[in-house]
C-alpha cells in the first residue's frame, strides 16, 4: 500500500528477476520434461530426462552444471518485463478499488497476467528455444541452434518480422492468465489454512513458504496443460511464412497432444512446474514486498 504504480513497476520487475535467478534451474529440466516425447504416444520413445531429480542429472551430465542455467539472461528479461507489467496493472486495479469487490481480485489477477505475458512473449520465445538446445544424444524437441540471447532476437526478427517475435502468444496469454488467478486466488487463504492449523507461527517466513507450497498444488493442476501447449507452441518449427509446422494454434496444440500422447500428456513436467511455484511465488512476493518497505 501507499506505492505508485509506476514504482510497482520497477519493484515487480526486480523482485520477479531475483526469484527467476534461483529458480531458473527448474524452468530447464521443465522445458525438457514438457518436450519430450513430442507427438509420440507413451512407451514408443526414449526418455533421457526421467522425474525432475534424474532430469537435473541428465541435464548437468549434457551440458554441465552451467547448462541448469540456460535461458537465463531470456528468463530475467521476461521476468522483468512480465512481472513489472503484472504489478503494474494490479497496483492499478487497487487504486482504483476493484480489487475490493467479490471475485475483483481473481480478476484482476488474470487481467494484469495476461498483458503481463503479452508484452513478455517474445523473450519467453527466445528462453524456451535456448532452454530446448543441447546435446543430440539427450535433444527433446526442435532445436533452433541460436548462439545467444542476441542472436536469437536478430534470427527470428530477420525470418519472421515482428510478428514472428510474439509466435506463440496465444498459449502464453491464457497460460499466464489462469496462473495469476489461481495463485493470487488461494496463495493468501492457503498461507490462514497452514496458521489456522498451527502447524507454523502467524506471519513466519515458514508459514509463507508452506502457504505458497500448498497454493502451488491448485496452480500446478491448472496451469500445467497452457504450461505444455505454450511450450510446445514457442518451440515448434515454422515454415518461412512463419506458420507452424506441427500446431495451427491453441486449440490444434491441445487436441493433438491428447490424441497422441493422451491427457496425461498435457501434464507432463507437472513435478517441476510445482517444485518451481511454491519458492518463486513465495521469493517474488518477499522481494516485491521488502522492496516496497524499502
Not at 543430440?136 to 548462439?147: K, L, M, P, T, Y
Request: glycine share 14%; charged share 15%.
Amino acid at each position: 500500500g501507499g506505492v505508485p504504480p509506476a514504482i510497482d513497476l520497477v519493484l515487480g520487475a526486480a523482485a520477479g528477476c531475483l526469484a527467476c535467478v534461483l529458480t531458473n534451474p527448474l524452468e530447464v529440466v521443465k522445458t525438457r520434461l514438457q518436450l519430450q516425447g513430442e507427438l509420440q504416444p507413451p512407451g514408443t520413445y526414449p526418455r533421457p530426462y526421467r522425474g525432475v531429480l534424474r532430469a537435473v542429472g541428465a541435464v548437468c551430465r549434457a551440458d554441465g552444471v552451467r547448462g541448469l542455467q540456460k535461458g537465463l539472461a531470456a528468463g530475467l528479461l521476461y521476468q522483468g518485463l512480465m512481472n513489472g507489467v503484472r504489478f503494474y496493472c494490479y497496483s492499478h486495479a487497487e487504486d482504483a478499488g476493484w480489487t475490493g469487490y467479490p471475485g475483483g481480485t481473481v480478476a484482476a489477477g488474470a487481467v494484469a497476467g495476461a498483458v503481463g505475458a503479452f508484452v513478455g512473449s517474445p523473450a519467453y520465445l527466445v528462453k524456451t528455444h535456448l532452454q530446448a538446445q543441447t546435446l543430440g544424444a539427450v535433444a527433446v524437441g526442435h532445436q533452433h541452434n541460436h548462439e545467444n540471447i542476441s542472436g536469437a532476437f536478430k534470427s527470428i526478427y530477420q525470418q519472421h518480422g515482428v510478428v514472428g517475435l510474439w509466435r506463440g502468444v496465444t498459449g502464453a496469454v491464457p497460460r499466464v492468465a489462469v496462473g495469476s488467478a489461481a495463485q493470487l486466488a488461494t496463495f493468501a487463504s492457503a498461507k490462514d489454512w497452514v496458521c489456522e492449523r498451527q502447524w507454523f507461527g502467524e506471519g513466519s517466513w515458514a508459514a509463507v513458504l508452506a502457504g505458497g507450497m500448498v497454493s502451488g498444488v491448485a496452480v500446478a493442476v491448472t496451469m500445467t496443460p497452457f504450461d505444455v501447449v505454450s511450450t510446445r507452441l514457442y518451440n515448434q518449427p515454422v515454415d518461412a511464412d512463419g506458420t507452424g509446422k506441427l500446431y495451427r494454434g491453441f486449440l490444434d496444440c491441445i487436441l493433438q497432444i491428447s490424441s497422441k500422447e493422451g491427457l496425461l500428456g498435457l501434464y507432463k513436467g507437472i513435478g517441476a512446474v510445482y517444485l518451481r511455484l511454491g519458492p518463486h511465488t513465495v521469493l517474488s512476493l518477499f522481494f516485491w514486498d521488502e522492496l516496497r518497505k524499502m
